[in-house]
């Protein structure tokens, strides 16, 4: 009965490690994006573009310019990567199961006019989601900019820095997403109405497990 006590400590714990380190991330995302919101105001003051960062809930935030919208949303739950995910190769997890358990943060790309007009059959393109496990370590997977972030994983702690490059690369993104037809395997897709209730209800669903699909 004790051990069974103790791993229930230790489970605990872990997912409250995650969750920390998780929040601190998505903080830091949130103030890369109002950051470069303040930059583009002060050199662009009569751009008629615009650029705006809003808070929708604690779990949600949007940055919104030209015909865009890039919806960040943190899932507060505690995942592990699948058996064949490549990070389960690596030998910051293999030596230590603990480091692949991770917070989620998505990055979806919406149209703006689909929040305009109220078209709740639109669509927005999952471009890439942020893994923080319980040491601030983190994994970054996506479309085009926003791959190629593996080998961070266990060498490089979530940074301010590591923030504004995340976010620079998911306007870049956006900007040119309907430039280039990707691949499929790169394209999962929430609806407008999903991902409302999502921002209003937080009604996000949880599993044990996750991949970028």
Do not use: W
Request: hydrophobic residues 40%; glycine residues 6%.
């Amino acid at each position: 009965m004790e051990q069974l006590f103790d791993e229930m400590i230790r489970v605990n714990m872990l997912e409250h490690e995650v969750i920390y380190h998780t929040m601190k991330s998505f903080k830091m995302l949130r103030d890369a994006a109002k950051r470069i919101e303040e930059k583009f105001e002060s050199k662009y003051p009569e751009n008629n573009m615009g650029f705006d960062v809003s808070k929708s809930s604690e779990y949600v935030f949007e940055v919104s310019f030209g015909s865009d919208v890039l919806a960040f949303i943190c899932h507060p739950d505690v995942y592990c990567f699948p058996k064949n995910h490549e990070t389960m190769r690596l030998p910051y997890v293999t030596e230590n199961k603990s480091n692949s358990y991770c917070g989620v943060i998505e990055i979806y790309n919406f149209l703006s006019e689909s929040f305009q007009l109220n078209k709740l059959d639109d669509s927005g393109a999952l471009i890439g989601r942020v893994y923080v496990n319980r040491e601030g370590h983190f994994y970054v997977e996506g479309v085009r900019e926003l791959a190629g972030f593996l080998s961070r994983f266990g060498s490089e702690v979530f940074s301010i820095a590591a923030a504004e490059k995340i976010i620079e690369s998911s306007i870049e993104v956006a900007l040119h997403y309907d430039m280039f037809v990707p691949e499929i395997s790169e394209l999962t897709r929430i609806s407008i109405d999903s991902f409302m209730a999502y921002r209003d209800k937080m009604k996000l669903r949880s599993g044990k497990k996750i991949g970028f699909e």
